[in-house]
């Protein structure tokens, strides 16, 4: 069995909802730690309960008596609650509410699930107030050596200063990060073997069950056709239409199914941004995977780790109060491109080019940064680096994947 490390969530579940008896909705892909993470903040607790929906007897007692879940308070110890997949339940957002409304003395809990919780909206009452929603990725290069994640300003102030001296174990991170891919299970058991395996049962659980239980959906065979052609897709213009002819189906069956793929995050999506970006792209965006461990070419699954990095740092600092943090990537209609771009409440802050191997300054920097307001920009690549340049009275950092990411959530 593999030993979970300690999770950057952690901290800030207990900080900002259960410092304030708020219910923690955690949500993420499945088997990226979401229950472990839970079982570790109840060990800590040491007074609560732990409850599952695939449980018999607990649907039972939800379906009988909600509130008799809620343990007995200790001293002053506030008992911990958590309440593992209860989204398949219909009317859950309604009963959980119920029960936080009428508890008679402080009851923390803790709501896990493996689809967006806010796409469960069969109840006719939210939880609006009540709750503080995170999400929960699987594993960066820093989170493998430490759970602590930097602020905004500090990490760019640390990153451009190269404050954090790295070693031998951050350049073997990435090299398992881009072996194993960065869920737990595979990435801390570092056997091939036991991926294929893993690799297996997770595509059948995510399609075969969790897909069927959000969607019904009749066409799971022809979804698992869908989902084995989208590695090649990776870091590539997204295209609906040649998706379709490809399946032999429609355009919005494609949307449709693409849909509920990234609500179940098996996918994610990045947009072009638009504004005050001449001949800029308007369509289409581009597709990411949370298992890029799938990805056969090699510079595509480098840019879809990176792009994990880039999204997991923006959904931590959006949950966590430090803003709206977005991720956006810049194309013209000249084809030039900067693959990402890290939004900061409205504003352009950090564009980031991905490169495996060319050390050398993209020209693409020269083109998009006199249209942006944010003054620096980072190019990660694959071997060793550290060069700051200087054109246009901006700065662009070229630096190495093992330094760079570790600065990143």
Not at 13 to 36: D, L, W
Not at 109 to 138: E, M, Q
């Amino acid at each position: 069995m593999v030993v979970m490390k300690d999770r950057s969530l952690a901290s800030a579940i207990e900080e900002f909802a259960f410092a304030n008896h708020k219910i923690a909705m955690v949500s993420g892909p499945r088997q990226c730690g979401k229950t472990t993470l839970a079982r570790m903040l109840l060990s800590r607790r040491k007074v609560g309960v732990y409850r599952n929906w695939d449980d018999l007897p607990f649907r039972r007692e939800w379906a009988l008596n909600p509130s008799s879940i809620v343990p007995r308070a200790e001293g002053k110890v506030v008992p911990l609650v958590v309440l593992d997949e209860i989204h398949k339940e219909r009317r859950w957002k309604r009963n959980l509410k119920g029960v936080y409304d009428t508890l008679e003395s402080p009851c923390d809990f803790l709501v896990t699930g493996s689809a967006r919780l806010n796409i469960y909206r069969k109840g006719s009452d939210s939880l609006l107030g009540r709750h503080f929603p995170f999400r929960l990725h699987p594993f960066s290069l820093r989170e493998l050596e430490r759970p602590d994640v930097l602020r905004p300003d500090d990490m760019m102030e640390s990153l451009f200063s190269r404050s954090e001296k790295t070693g031998k174990a951050s350049e073997e991170g990435v090299a398992a990060l881009m072996a194993y891919g960065p869920f737990p299970e595979p990435l801390l058991a570092r056997n091939a073997r036991t991926i294929n395996l893993w690799r297996h049962s997770r595509e059948q659980l995510v399609i075969r069950l969790d897909l069927r239980d959000l969607s019904r959906l009749p066409e799971l065979e022809r979804i698992e056709m869908m989902t084995a052609l989208l590695p090649e897709r990776v870091g590539s213009l997204f295209s609906l239409s040649s998706l379709a002819r490809d399946l032999e189906t429609s355009v919005p069956t494609i949307k449709r199914w693409t849909t509920y793929l990234k609500d179940l995050y098996y996918l994610f999506e990045i947009r072009p941004y638009t504004r005050k970006i001449a001949r800029s792209l308007q369509r289409e965006g581009k597709i990411y995977l949370w298992d890029y461990g799938t990805i056969r070419n090699e510079a595509a699954r480098f840019e879809n780790l990176v792009a994990l990095h880039l999204l997991k740092t923006c959904h931590f600092w959006t949950d966590t109060g430090e803003g709206v943090f977005d991720l956006y990537f810049l194309r013209n209609k000249e084809k030039q491109e900067i693959d990402f771009l890290i939004v900061r409440d409205g504003e352009p802050w950090l564009p980031v080019e991905v490169k495996m191997s060319d050390s050398d300054v993209s020209p693409n920097w020269k083109k998009f940064a006199p249209m942006l307001p944010c003054r620096r920009g980072l190019q990660v690549v694959r071997k060793p680096e550290w060069k700051l340049h200087d054109f246009g009275g901006s700065q662009v950092l070229i630096a190495g994947a093992a330094e760079a990411l570790t600065y990143f959530a």
